[in-house]
């Protein structure tokens, strides 16, 4: 997955190279005169590197504090957020691709893969948590 500008906001967790960094800033008239996203300090920028998602995964959601639920009864795995029970992530499989998704307040589904879309979806639920990869 490329990421676009449209995707991002500042704060979200990305990666150069399997390093993970945090978007620092966005330009609307960069350099190039083409929006761009930067990471870092000194800056990085997007036209000049190939960003990608980080993959959300287990072990970076239980390092976030949440904690895994099995139902013997359905087979199905959820997480949940320590912090707000009514904040509930279910994971399942699309062909290859894993997905989640959040059921909180309001949004009842919202699908995701990436960490920078579950930053996404917490800010949506008014849930405020700094995540750590």
Not at 77 to 96: A, M, N, Q, R, W
Request: glycine share 4%; with cysteine.
């Amino acid at each position: 997955m490329k990421l676009q500008l449209k995707d991002l906001m500042i704060g979200d967790w990305v990666q150069l190279n399997g390093k993970p960094m945090q978007v620092s800033r966005i330009d609307l008239y960069s350099v190039n005169a083409k929006p761009a996203f930067c990471c870092g300090s000194p800056h990085i920028w997007s036209y000049n590197n190939d960003f990608k998602p980080i993959p959300l995964t287990q072990e970076i959601l239980e390092k976030n504090g949440w904690s895994e639920d099995y139902d013997e009864e359905t087979g199905s795995v959820s997480h949940h957020f320590p912090e707000d029970t009514d904040f509930k992530l279910e994971i399942y499989s699309e062909g290859k691709t894993v997905l989640w998704t959040i059921n909180c307040y309001e949004y009842e589904i919202i699908r995701f893969s990436y960490v920078h879309e579950l930053q996404h979806a917490l800010k949506l639920c008014k849930i405020e948590k700094t995540i750590i990869i």
